[in-house]
């Protein structure tokens, strides 16, 4: 058990190892943090959208009060007659 703890062993044996299969052996912890990392920003993106979609729809209730007013302000105006009478 006291070999596993050697670090000069555990130096010697990396030195004799090739780089294709150092980077063979680094790959999977390469690719698990990337995922980690991928998942952690999209659950920080999940977190951002409901202001997101609060900000969207006070935009789109604007938008909507902004085309009813137009759209009434026209409407009234085509109801006046055009001889001045009403």
Do not use: C, N
């Amino acid at each position: 058990m006291s070999e596993f703890f050697d670090l000069e062993q555990w130096r010697q044996w990396f030195s004799g190892l090739d780089r294709e299969f150092i980077f063979l052996l680094a790959l999977p912890f390469v690719v698990a943090i990337i995922g980690l990392w991928s998942a952690w920003a999209d659950r920080k993106e999940e977190d951002r959208e409901p202001e997101a979609s609060v900000l969207q729809s006070a935009r789109q209730q604007r938008a909507d009060t902004e085309r009813r007013s137009r759209t009434r302000r026209r409407d009234d105006a085509g109801r006046v007659p055009h001889h001045g009478f009403r």
